[in-house]
């Protein structure tokens, strides 16, 4: 039997009976469908995360004070985490200690509510220093940043994002205004420029000296960053190596294992992404292949009924010379096929609904959500749908071998 | 020799206590190019016989040589071969593929030949138009009447050449007419040289072979050759 009239046969087989076959391939369409969804949705978090990762800078490094996390309950902790203080600020500015560190600057991180008027809008205040604005990337609309007076000062001063600045004054000017936060009032000196999407919402924030920020929004004498940028990509390696030591020095600590900070780079950043959504993905994949398994016990359900109706043809055939293996092909070919064409179609059609949820995402919530359908995607769901349809088209494609010649034509 | 030989030739159905002999010890053998009618009351075991001269089932006990060689020695996928190559097959029930074409029905047993796919459609074709349905050979099987449906069984029986033709009550379903038609194709195939074996209970469609075997409970009751040969349909042996 050649291999053409097997798939000829498997595709007349389908034909005759197109109601059937759409019911039967349901569940390995949707299956498919959600697989190919998950992934392609996953890869798109996971870009744009990364692109949001990459605003951090190649040459940026970032320290956490406590222990690095490695479960939940580590993180709830690292909240509080104190170790990082003043001294070792001072520290990491002396060119003795760290000779490629360009820039250092503590950053505080917490929310408050700022009111102007009648106007309300929370905030995400942010505790740091004049090297912010290169760290960052940071550009002015109108006035200016903070600088070292303000620091030394504990100046009542802010600069304010782009959506605060909308949210509070609308249309009128803001530099030279007050705004109320924590019960104390902050001259505005300054307005950012609008940023849109990055790993902090500078939008959204308001830019206090991280002395001001220390003393009358957050209470506390420690930092909880401190933003170090090298002075090249090539010297991270070396600077963190220098991080280190003059931390460790600076702490009392002799066992690397006691540190009581953690330090993140862009790359670092960037693997713990990509791990996180990729577990992520497996999961939902995991989940979504269940679905298939179902999809494929449907198929074995009406593959069985179909050999059961087609006794008499199995009968035929056998008679007229087909061996075994020739009915055994015909019928797992037919199961393949089907399960091969509701993995087409999931493809298509989960190909397609990530489109639509991109441009929903892209158009619609003005994430920056770059459509993405990896190819690997497209053959696992092939490979994928057309194994189910092996695996499970087996137990009927033998049970269709098995039948005898002459109880197959007798069956009535 | 011989193209059918069987010595005390059983079959039992069934086992485990439950065992139903519907054969019981024949004797007897098929000359090539022999045109014979298997004749008997229901239950006396004629389908049984034809299907384990056909290849289709195996006996139980006793010897069945079919060309010279032993059919225990064939494996199942051999005997498959055995029925492509050699054998062809009309049923009663005509047992036809639905929903296919006449030419598609034809062409089965090449399908599971060594045939070249490129000239299985000349071929089916030819015996299609052997049958004389020619201009159906494009109709679904369905919409076809029953004798020429069993027309297309017998296109599909002689296409690959068989040295035999196996018929179980090829009439049994027709009306005399039909009837008649399809004993004449089967004559026909007889008259090029094919061995017939025909099973039927109905004098009429016996009275074209050349010996009639009666069975009666699993064994032969008579063995005979008819001597007067009739052809036609007015002219039936009573």
């Avoid at chain 1, 713990?272 to 298939?292: C, G, Y």
């Avoid at chain 2, 239950?43 to 384990?52: D, I, N």
């Avoid at chain 2, 005509?94 to 490129?118: A, G, I």
């Avoid at chain 2, 009837?179 to 016996?206: F, N, P, R, S």
């Amino acid at each position: 039997m050649t291999t053409k009239y097997i798939i000829k046969t498997a595709f007349a087989g389908l034909r005759n009976n197109k109601s059937r076959a759409a019911l039967t391939i349901l569940g390995i369409v949707i299956g498919v469908t959600s697989i190919m969804l998950i992934m392609s949705l996953g890869k798109g978090a996971q870009d744009l995360i990364l692109n949001q990762v990459q605003s951090i800078g190649a040459k940026t490094i970032v320290v956490h004070p406590g222990r690095q996390p490695k479960s939940l309950m580590d993180s709830a902790q690292m909240m509080n985490a104190d170790s990082l203080r003043q001294r070792d600020l001072d520290e990491l500015r002396k060119t003795t200690n760290a000779p490629h560190i360009a820039k250092v600057e503590p950053l505080n991180v917490g929310g408050a509510t700022a009111i102007y008027e009648n106007e309300t809008y929370s905030v995400t205040i942010l505790g740091g220093g004049e090297y912010l604005q290169d760290i960052y990337d940071i550009r002015l609309q109108e006035g200016r940043f903070v600088n070292l007076d303000d620091i030394q000062s504990h100046a009542d001063v802010a600069v304010i994002g782009s959506k605060v600045k909308e949210e509070l004054f609308g249309a009128n000017d803001a530099v030279g205004q007050k705004i109320r936060m924590k019960d104390r009032n902050y001259r505005v000196i300054g307005i950012l420029q609008k940023k849109g999407q990055s790993f902090i919402s500078f939008d959204e924030a308001a830019i206090m000296p991280y002395t001001t920020a220390q003393t009358y929004i957050f209470g506390i004498k420690y930092f909880h960053h401190l933003i170090v940028e090298a002075d090249s990509e090539e010297n991270i390696d070396a600077t963190i190596k220098d991080i280190e030591i003059t931390l460790r020095n600076s702490h009392d600590i002799t066992d690397p294992t006691k540190d009581d900070f953690w330090i993140v780079t862009q790359q670092t950043a960037i693997d713990q992404v990509k791990t996180i959504t990729n577990v992520l993905t497996s999961f939902l994949i995991a989940v979504a292949a269940i679905s298939l398994i179902v999809g494929g016990v449907g198929i074995m359900n009406i593959m069985l009924v179909s050999v059961t109706e087609r006794t008499r043809e199995i009968g035929l055939r056998k008679a007229v010379g087909a061996t075994n293996s020739d009915i055994m092909s015909q019928f797992l070919m037919e199961a393949v096929f089907l399960t091969g064409l509701g993995g087409i179609i999931g493809i298509i059609l989960g190909a397609s609904l990530s489109l639509l949820a991109a441009l929903i995402l892209s158009k619609v919530v003005g994430l920056d959500w770059i459509f993405t359908f990896p190819i690997s995607a497209m053959l696992l769901g092939i490979g994928v749908s057309a194994g189910v349809g092996f695996v499970f088209g087996l137990y009927p494609a033998r049970q269709a071998a098995k039948k005898s010649p002459i109880e197959a034509l007798r069956y009535e | 020799m011989a193209l059918i030989e069987v010595k005390n030739l059983e079959k039992i159905y069934g086992g485990d206590g439950a065992e139903t002999p519907a054969l019981r010890g024949l004797d007897f053998s098929v000359e090539k190019a022999e045109f014979v009618a298997v004749m008997g009351p229901s239950g006396c075991g004629k389908s049984t016989l034809l299907h384990v001269l056909g290849f289709l089932d195996r006996h139980t006990r006793g010897t069945y040589l079919f060309d010279g060689k032993s059919m225990d020695q064939y494996s199942d996928d051999e005997l498959a071969k055995v029925r492509n190559k050699k054998m062809g097959f009309v049923f009663q029930m005509f047992n036809l593929l639905p929903r296919t074409s006449v030419l598609e029905n034809v062409k089965l047993p090449l399908v599971y030949s060594d045939v070249k796919e490129s000239l299985w459609n000349d071929i089916a074709m030819k015996a299609v138009a052997e049958v004389g349905l020619e201009h159906r050979a494009d109709h679904e099987t369905t919409k076809l009447s029953g004798g020429e449906k069993q027309r297309v069984a017998i296109a599909r029986a002689l296409v690959n050449n068989p040295q035999i033709v196996f018929a179980d009550e090829p009439t049994g379903n027709l009306d005399s007419k039909s009837g008649g038609q399809i004993m004449e194709l089967i004559d026909g195939l007889h008259e090029k040289g094919c061995t017939i074996i025909l099973v039927t209970h109905e004098t009429y469609t016996a009275e074209y072979a050349e010996r009639i075997i009666r069975l009666k409970d699993g064994l032969i009751e008579s063995d005979m050759r008819v001597t007067a040969r009739h052809h036609g349909g007015d002219k039936f042996i009573k």
